[in-house]
């Protein structure tokens, strides 16, 4: 069984441009994640996915984040316009379904540095 | 809200040492809790898990016991390998607005040597 998959795996961009990573789950997995991880801090959970509605993003800045999961399948992340403070990895993950039973897969991540 | 405090890293021992890594968490309700490892270069794999009070979690040889009265959730090794080195994070998942929201400790970085 493949693993979530994301690119691209690094990104390095100036500050106030845009950015976009993509996020393929594991097939079948109805629940994707995004996860945003600074440098010596555990991940934090910016959004989460059942199918393609938001359950929860509560933690998403949203004035400069935005994620998508039109047709349920695959994701993108895209923060527009990056700030220092964003470098960060952005690790998707997913799971077959919402549930404290339900192990959340990560993938490699994305490492972004913002200059 | 809900919080996990893990031990500071780096923790460097001996091969065949003992390892410990403290991890206590504050929450509502019965959480689960976990142990992830992270390898060099590589995504965040689910090591053990227990999803209710007492409960044991192992696997490869790593140990974790869910006790309620002090919440905590330590790791533990009896002999750890050089392969072993990586980054260990601690995490709880309780149900937050109906939702499954992972929350996780800072990290631990264990260096195992030869």
């Known amino acids: 069984e493949a693993g979530v998959a994301q690119s691209p795996r690094y990104k390095i961009i100036e500050k106030r441009q845009s950015v976009a990573f993509w996020c393929n789950p594991i097939?079948?997995?109805?629940?994707l994640y995004w996860y945003q991880q600074i440098l010596g801090q555990g991940p934090k959970l910016l959004i989460q996915?059942?199918?393609?509605?938001?359950?929860?993003d509560s933690q998403l800045p949203k004035d400069r984040f935005s994620a998508e999961r039109l047709k349920g399948v695959d994701s993108t992340l895209k923060i527009q316009p990056a700030k220092l403070e964003d470098s960060a990895v952005y690790l998707c993950?997913?799971?077959?379904?919402?549930?404290?039973?339900?192990?959340?897969?990560f993938g490699p991540g994305t490492r972004l540095t913002v200059l | 809200g809900d919080s996990v405090t893990q031990m500071e890293g780096p923790v460097t021992l001996s091969e065949e040492a003992f390892l410990t890594i403290n991890c206590t968490y504050t929450a509502t309700g019965y959480p689960s809790l976990f142990w992830y490892v992270q390898y060099p270069g590589e995504g965040l794999q689910l090591l053990l898990k227990?999803?209710?009070?007492?409960d044991k979690g192992s696997n490869k040889g790593f140990e974790a016991t869910y006790r309620k009265e002090t919440t905590s959730f330590h790791l533990e090794k009896g002999s750890v390998q050089v392969s072993d080195s990586a980054v260990y994070f601690c995490?709880?998942?309780?149900?937050?607005?109906?939702?499954?929201?992972?929350?996780f400790g800072t990290g631990t970085q264990l260096k195992v040597e030869l």
């Open positions: 996915f059942q199918n393609n509605g938001v359950v929860d």
């Open positions: 993950a997913s799971s077959r379904r919402g549930g404290l039973y339900n192990e959340q897969f």
């Open positions: 227990a999803t209710k009070a007492d």
């Open positions: 995490a709880l998942m309780g149900l937050t607005g109906g939702g499954n929201k992972l929350t």
């Open positions: 097939s079948g997995h109805a629940t």
